[in-house]
């Protein structure tokens, strides 16, 4: 049974809303007690999304220690999403999908021709889209300073997947199922540091993870959880 | 397999090492008290932002844990190694490894300045050491393989580790299929229960072994490890 967590806040007092179409790719910093919500907006979309220290990138998100604090596999509320340090960089504060994925990881072209077939390789994917993303956050956060990592492949780690339901089977299988999730569903986050999203809208048609037609999510940004 | 390692190392302790592999070898490894844990990562020797991929490896395979026949992946859609024989069953691929404030909690401060080498270490401090031996980092962190340990998810995503699971004797085979840098310790498992810290010894042992027949189990455990060996042998056909 999963709980699902409400949340207080209105769009309209929103600081700032960006609507990320699928395929795109969304890069942003994320100040520290600013919420962010990502918003589900037609129902069954992965979000793969990836998190960094703004001040120190290679303090980033980690699948393998967020499972081990928590001793768990999803994310929902109350779930701190911990880094490479063992910091705190996000808690999941609001949840009305109930259950999010740590193992799927994200697609590339090179893992579509092992997985489906070696003539989808032309098929766009969410690693391409981390790629350009990460090459631009340079770009986009100057007051940060963040010319001086010099961003590339080595940052796209294992992420997580907003609204993407993976189960595992006690005797150890793993599936991908049609999603939890659904139209206007969300997940929101406090920043418990300053922190860089890195989100890519997952393109993939070859797996139920988007229902097989990816649509836009929407990024919604609060100043202050008050 | 050849009879005779090419190499033979043990691991004493909390120890850890780091090395290249070449393609047509295997590293056995031997649980030599039970209930040993090996963490380990897999890059691609000559081009190290090539890694060993934890979800690449279990949605390609449809698995949670690993074990013969099945692979180990890249995130290049390639094989760097194939489990060719397990006597364990299943190996952990999602924890990650133990940091110095989980050692400090679970086990307490043994420093080195008390303890000597009896001090306490911690999984991600020993992969840290071995990696920078090789012009890696902290960006080059991610979730990494836990052999010989067991740990199950429940239906909503509970985790409970296995005690005793890998017997004294227990050996992994893998073959390699890339030229492969592998990166381990021998810290205990970061869920593992027990409030005694003991990591235990391990054995490996390199030995040279012949390229997969076209029946190999491992690659044809999964149409998606067929489709991962052709990837790999495409990479070193332009190589060669």
């Given at each position: 049974m999963t709980t699902l967590t409400e949340s207080?806040?209105?769009?309209?007092?929103?600081?700032y809303r960006k609507v990320v179409l699928a395929g795109d790719y969304f890069s942003y910093v994320v100040k520290k007690g600013q919420i962010i919500r990502i918003v589900d907006?037609?129902?069954?979309?992965?979000?793969d999304t990836l998190f960094y220290?703004?001040?120190?990138?290679?303090?980033r998100f980690s699948a393998s220690d967020t499972i081990r604090h928590q001793s768990a596999l999803y994310l929902t509320t109350g779930t701190r999403l911990i880094s490479?340090?063992?910091?705190?960089?996000?808690?999941?504060?609001?949840?009305?999908?109930?259950r999010h994925d740590t193992l799927g990881g994200a697609c590339s072209r090179e893992s579509n021709t092992m997985r489906?077939?070696?003539?989808?390789?032309h098929m766009h994917a969410c690693r391409d889209s981390f790629i350009r993303g990460a090459q631009e956050i340079s770009c986009s956060c100057h007051e940060f300073h963040l010319e001086k990592h010099d961003w590339?492949?080595?940052?796209?780690?294992?992420?997580i997947n907003f609204f993407m339901n993976v189960p595992v089977t006690p005797d150890g299988r793993l599936t991908f199922e049609d999603g939890v999730s659904g139209p206007g569903r969300y997940v929101e986050l406090r920043a418990e540091r300053d922190v860089i999203c890195l989100i890519s809208n997952c393109p993939q048609?070859?797996?139920?993870?988007?229902?097989y037609n990816p649509t836009p999510i929407e990024v919604i940004i609060w100043n202050n959880e008050e | 397999m050849s009879s005779t390692p090419l190499f033979t190392k043990q691991l004493h302790h909390a120890g850890m090492w780091s090395g290249v592999i070449s393609r047509g070898k295997a590293l056995r490894f031997t649980?030599?008290?039970?209930g040993a844990n090996v963490g380990m990562l897999l890059y691609n020797?000559?081009?190290?932002?090539e890694r060993y991929n934890m979800p690449d490896t279990l949605k390609g395979q449809h698995i949670f844990h690993v074990r013969t026949p099945y692979c180990l992946h890249s995130d290049?859609?390639?094989?760097?190694?194939?489990?060719?024989?397990?006597?364990?069953g299943w190996h952990d691929t999602v924890c990650g490894c133990s940091d110095a404030t989980l050692v400090a909690t679970k086990y307490g401060n043994k420093d080195y300045q008390a303890a000597r080498n009896e001090f306490h270490r911690n999984g991600r401090d020993c992969f840290l050491i071995e990696l920078a031996k090789h012009g890696?980092?902290?960006?080059?962190l991610v979730p990494n393989l836990n052999l010989f340990s067991k740990v199950v998810a429940d239906d909503t995503g509970k985790l409970t580790y296995v005690s005793g699971h890998s017997k004294a004797g227990g050996t992994i085979d893998l073959r390699f299929e890339m030229n492969t840098l592998v990166v381990l310790n021998t810290c205990?498992?970061?869920?593992?229960?027990?409030?005694?810290y003991h990591p235990r010894n391990v054995k490996l042992e390199v030995f040279a072994t012949p390229p997969p027949a076209a029946d190999d189990p491992c690659r044809n455990s999964r149409p998606e490890n067929v489709r991962a060996f052709i990837n790999t042998e495409n990479y070193y056909a332009l190589l060669a």
């Open positions: 207080k806040l209105d769009p309209i007092t929103a600081d907006v037609e129902g069954n979309q992965a979000a220290d703004a001040h120190e990138p290679a303090n490479t340090e063992g910091d705190a960089l996000l808690t999941i504060v609001a949840d009305t999908c109930g489906y077939a070696l003539e989808k390789e590339g492949k080595r940052d796209i780690t294992s992420n048609l070859n797996n139920p993870c988007n229902a | 649980d030599l008290e039970g020797a000559d081009q190290p932002t290049m859609g390639r094989v760097f190694a194939s489990i060719v024989a397990d006597s364990a890696l980092g902290k960006r080059d205990q498992h970061p869920l593992d229960f027990d409030p005694v």
